[in-house]
């Protein structure tokens, strides 16, 4: 919208870039083109403001495909008006010129026109078309055909309007047959995640199993490794006691027979002895045999004092000692008799 000031009775407009403003003074052309400033006087002036700039206008409607299922198609226009003349002697583009604002509503025609020429062409398409081949190739084809559609509109270039672009944004069908088209890919999706998670299990299981499987058998071969551990110390217990036995049969035998050795030498010695005393005692009894009484008798009395106890005083009364000496006297002369 333009921007009007006053000043003492009359007006100044100032437009922006993208605004044609073509100004009639009584009937006759006075400014025309985009962006201008300029003085009037609001009673002989009629103002036109034309927009020259892209303008996106989005657009929603209902359409039937060929199978009877209703569709929202979702679509936006862009366009622009390349002719401000054209377009403002076919539409009420005048402005206020106190306030500068529309005085009708032009840009909601155009809006009008463009979309029901879309509309139009739109369900020309889809009414020839089933709703599964829509919602897969239907945007494109909708697109093609309202591009077509309003470049050859013979309205649109006698208003001064170019389309720029169309896009379609979306098809989609009413909210329970979209829900019925989607079960079947999410069944699909569902039993692809259920597979994908029971081949997981079983892998799982498989490796739990395998796991398993290993245990055991290390289980099995420390039980094995632990038998021969057995085994071996059993052999060795046994090689051991064997050694220690044989060591015990050498060791005894080697005690038996220094044993008898030392048994036959005390024999042998004892032998000797035993024929060294009998001839010893042969001797004396020869040596005895040969000596006269009364020596054997000092002798047996030597023997009988060597074995009393010692005496180390001796009182003998006189008449002991007479009678000892009166017994001495008489066997004297026996003995050398």
């Known amino acids: 919208m333009a921007d009007i000031t006053r000043r003492f009775g009359w007006r100044h407009l100032r437009s922006a870039p993208t605004a044609h403003i073509r100004h009639h003074k009584r009937g006759v052309l006075a400014h025309d083109g985009a962006g201008l400033s300029f003085w009037y006087r609001s009673l002989s ?33 862009t366009y622009r008006i390349s002719d401000p003349a054209e377009a403002a002697a076919r539409l009420d583009f005048s402005v206020d010129p106190d306030t500068g604002s529309w005085r009708g509503a032009p840009l909601e025609q155009i809006a009008t026109l463009l979309t ?19 919602l897969v190739d239907g ?38 047959v979209e829900r019925a088209l989607r079960t079947p890919a999410r069944e699909q999706i569902q039993q692809e ?14 490796r739990e199993r395998t796991i398993a499987e290993n245990e055991l058998a290390s289980q099995i071969e420390l039980a094995r490794r632990e038998e021969q551990l057995v085994e071996q110390r059993g052999t060795n217990t046994r090689r051991e006691a064997e050694e220690h ?54 002798l047996a009395a030597t023997r009988v004092a060597e074995n009393l106890p010692r005496i180390d005083s001796l009182t003998l009364s006189p008449d002991v000692l007479t009678g000892l000496l009166a017994k001495l006297g008489r066997s004297a002369p026996e003995t050398r008799a």
């Open 193 to 206: 995640a259920d597979r994908a998670t029971y081949e997981r299990r079983a892998v799982a299981v498989e």
């Open 245 to 298: 036995a044989a060591a015990d049969g050498v060791r005894a035998e080697a005690e038996a027979a220094r044993t008898v050795r030392l048994a036959r030498a005390e024999a042998e010695a004892a032998r000797e002895v035993g024929a060294a005393r009998a001839e010893a005692q042969a001797a004396w009894l020869r040596v005895h045999g040969e000596v006269d009484t009364s020596t054997l008798h000092a």
């Open 45 to 77: 002036a009629a103002l036109s403001e034309v927009p020259v700039n892209d303008r996106e206008l989005a657009m929603a409607f209902h359409a039937r495909t060929a199978d009877f299922q209703d569709v929202t198609v979702q679509a936006t226009v």
């Open 139 to 176: 945007v494109a084809a909708v697109r093609e055909r309202v591009a077509a559609g309003l470049a050859g509109e013979p309205r649109l270039p006698a208003t001064g309007i170019d389309v720029v672009a169309v896009r379609v944004v979306a098809i989609r069908p009413e909210a329970e």
């Open 116 to 134: 029901e020429t879309a509309q139009q062409h739109t369900l020309d398409v889809l009414a020839r078309t089933p709703l599964a081949a829509a």
